[in-house]
């Protein structure tokens, strides 16, 4: 072991003392050097300048080269997925036709000099297609719980399932959609808030609100089975299936898809038109491979392409809430059942004492 002389110390103290000092004093061209290398270099841009593209015409894209070096090629990705490439840095023009739409991120690779820098942009896709409009016909009516402030509603054969809301008087119901009877109801605990429902694999799956919990009930005798926790979305507001994949709306534009193993939250899609996005969707159903989604506090109903997000078609309800009986406690629309039959669906609302069913026709 090397032993100091205590004579030594001071010496010591004073070398580690202007190491210290000579560090700080290059540490700034250090990260200086790091900056410019990661950042200075290449910039991306686009020829047009805008923020916002409709799938059907995307943008142009463009690298600044600051310093002129000499480019290999540029690799181009949309949230992490492979795009394409050019040589040098020509312009490029993706095919973003199937792409989801709302805000994407764009990643340009640029290969020089035996190295790389990548660099980023956002951008917001939008619909190619103006949504097609539809208008109703009231097929029939029939009794509805007044008190029943719907989230959810969802056939299974001949029974209309049915979640309501507020706390302290949340539940899950079973009916009989012809005369309103519940034939069985189960309460939620006061702390919960009820909110929308869908039936897969003889299994009845009920979001809450704000608690971040779903729950699981075993669909004949409506018994308890577990429960299920929200990972990224905002709250929990509607449901729907495809029979393989379930579907959540979480009171934004976003759509999120679930494992229907371990109801984890693995992807989502978001709602945009041919011009804006859809905020608030709410009530979900699964209709001939399509969603069909309630827009909270707008008598409208939007038909969404489940894989991009865009809506190809809106159900004007305008009217419908005036032939319910009107009382202090009243509430906007919501509640969407598919019985099976085209272009048919069974709607209701908070506290509305009638179940309609519509006919929906496309607008001339």
Request: proline share 2%.
């Amino acid at each position: 072991m090397l032993l100091l002389h205590t004579n030594q110390l001071p010496f010591l103290n004073a070398m580690k003392l202007q190491f210290k000092n000579l560090f700080l004093w290059l540490l700034p061209f250090a990260i200086l050097s790091c900056t410019e290398k990661q950042e200075a270099y290449f910039s991306l841009k686009t020829a047009s300048g805008k923020a916002n593209y409709q799938v059907d015409a995307p943008p142009v894209f463009q690298i600044q080269n600051k310093k002129g070096l000499a480019v290999d090629s540029v690799v181009y990705t949309i949230d992490g997925k492979r795009m394409g490439s050019v040589v040098q840095t020509k312009d490029f023009t993706p095919n973003v036709t199937n792409t989801k739409l709302g805000k994407r991120t764009i990643e340009a690779t640029v290969y020089y000099d035996n190295t790389s820098q990548t660099v980023s942009k956002q951008l917001t896709f939008l619909s190619s297609e103006k949504p097609v409009l539809y208008t109703y016909t009231i097929v029939n009516e029939y009794p509805h719980d007044i008190k029943a402030y719907t989230q959810g509603l969802e056939f299974k054969n001949d029974t209309l399932y049915e979640s309501t809301g507020q706390y302290g008087i949340s539940s899950l119901r079973k009916t009989d959609y012809k005369t309103g009877e519940v034939l069985h109801q189960l309460d939620l605990e006061r702390t919960y808030f009820g909110e929308g429902l869908t039936i897969l694999n003889d299994k009845i799956y009920q979001l809450t609100w704000r608690a971040k919990k779903g729950f699981v009930y075993d669909l004949k005798t409506l018994a308890y089975t577990g429960s299920f926790a929200y990972n990224e979305s905002k709250e929990g507001w509607g449901l729907c299936n495809d029979g393989q994949k379930i579907y959540k709306s979480d009171g934004t534009e976003k759509i999120w898809t679930l494992n229907t193993e371990t109801l984890a939250e693995e992807d989502y899609i978001e709602i945009y038109t041919n011009t804006s996005r859809i905020k608030s969707v709410n009530e979900l159903e699964w209709v001939d491979g399509k969603i069909f989604a309630n827009v909270y506090q707008q008598n409208a109903i939007a038909i969404i392409n489940p894989k991009t997000g865009a809506v190809e078609g809106v159900i004007n309800l305008k009217g419908l809430q005036e032939k319910v009986s009107q009382h202090s406690g009243l509430d906007v629309l919501n509640g969407i059942a598919y019985k099976g039959e085209q272009n048919r669906l069974f709607i209701t609302g908070k506290n509305w004492d009638k179940l309609f069913e519509i006919e929906y026709i496309e607008k001339q």
